[in-house]
């Protein structure tokens, strides 16, 4: 068995390293490309000119259909991209609009959604938030309450999300609705697009640990959605809403760019002198492992994609693994870094620019955000290895 791409993929790879060593900074990294509030306003706009000559080339759509502004591209192709915009640490990536808004619209929006939103969003204007999360319903997403009452060619909604992710800076919220109070709750559900420049709506920031303030809490009142933005079939969304779930837990770039940081605290043991320990290299042998690991089960997912399968439980098991992965991993770097480790970015003898203590703080969420392990452990069980709900 071969696991070496092809030559084709190979000069891909090259062609993208050779366009981002010329397009960006060379001491581009982590340290300079995050979501907190401080970031320094030239720097998002040096993102975004990075990204607008992306879309020139095509790349931020590279696995689009062509009838859809994309390059047609094969999974595996996107793969190859997707692996090295995360190993160069690059905002090589069009958000959640090319990932997951643009691709279920596709699969289930009108011609005219379809002609309304694809292009904008192929062309990186636009930027989304996904409002699904409420107070009382994150794992049991189903049970949501927000609620949407048809009035004339409108829906009015009243209800209020939470850990919305770029809410205060989004133009468009992907929203989750009860349309039918006396259905069962997966099938009282619609799935929405709503403009964030709708009256009614409140955003409320919620700072992290970090000090950012990404996380927001919505209030939605009276807010008008045209019946013109409703996604698939009314009281269908559920079923809308799980193919966005998929594209979102399906990709390789958690574990590329977690990688990046695990071959840093190499360097480091390696000039600090911890590699001398034996149960210090046995522990960063064993993560390099695990990381291969999870390099194959991403590249799975990619070729199941490209023979035309649905990888549903395969892209369970994949965030499942990277996410815990990554977890274990934030946890070795801070014990092996010691004091140093919980250094912030800001603080002068701080070890890898602060990546570590702000990479072990973020490392928190990660089995929790795009679905819990505990429901892709259920995932597996249920769609993946057939066993019977409770």
């Not at 319903?137 to 927000?146: K, N, P, R």
């Not at 701080?350 to 452990?377: K, M, N």
Request: with cysteine.
């Amino acid at each position: 068995m071969d696991f070496k791409f092809g030559i084709e993929d190979e000069g891909f790879r090259e062609e993208i390293r050779a366009f981002c060593r010329a397009e960006l900074p060379a001491d581009w990294g982590l340290a300079a490309y995050n979501d907190r509030e401080d970031t320094p306003k030239e720097l998002g706009e040096a993102v975004r000119a990075f990204q607008r000559k992306l879309s020139v080339k095509g790349w931020l759509t590279l696995a689009w259909p062509k009838e859809h502004g994309g390059l047609g591209a094969g999974p595996m192709q996107q793969l190859v991209y997707n692996e090295e915009m995360s190993a160069l640490r690059a905002p090589g990536f069009g958000g959640m609009g090319v990932a997951m808004v643009g691709p279920t619209l596709m699969l289930h929006g009108t011609d005219e959604q379809r002609a309304k939103f694809l292009g904008p969003i192929s062309r990186g204007e636009l930027s989304w938030c996904q409002g699904f999360s409420e107070p009382g319903s994150g794992s049991d997403l189903a049970s949501l309450q927000t609620k949407a009452v048809q009035d004339g060619d409108d829906f009015v909604v009243n209800g209020q999300k939470i850990w919305t992710s770029g809410a205060h800076k989004a133009d468009y919220c992907i929203l989750l609705a009860r349309t039918d109070p006396d259905a069962p709750k997966h099938k009282g559900i619609s799935y929405f697009l709503l403009d964030m420049k709708s009256p009614g709506i409140t955003i409320t920031p919620l700072t992290n640990m970090l000090g950012s303030d990404a996380f927001n809490q919505m209030f939605m009142d009276n807010v008008r959605i045209p019946r013109a933005n409703l996604v698939g079939e009314l009281n269908r969304g559920w079923y809308v809403a799980t193919t966005t779930l998929d594209f979102e837990r399906s990709g390789i770039q958690r574990i590329v760019f977690a990688e990046t940081l695990l071959d840093d605290l190499i360097a480091y043991a390696r000039a600090s002198g911890l590699m001398a320990k034996a149960p210090v290299r046995n522990k960063l042998a064993e993560l390099k492992i695990e990381f291969a690991v999870g390099r194959l089960l991403s590249y799975r997912i990619a070729w199941m994609q490209g023979q035309g399968l649905v990888p549903n439980a395969e892209a369970s098991v994949g965030k499942l693994f990277s996410t815990e992965l990554q977890s274990r991993f934030a946890v070795t770097a801070l014990s092996l870094l010691g004091s140093g480790g919980m250094l912030t970015r800001d603080s002068a003898r701080v070890p890898a620019d602060g990546r570590f203590s702000s990479y072990y703080l973020a490392a928190v969420s990660y089995t929790i955000a795009a679905g819990t392990s505990e429901v892709q452990r259920n995932i597996i069980a249920q769609r993946g290895l057939g066993l019977p709900r409770d």
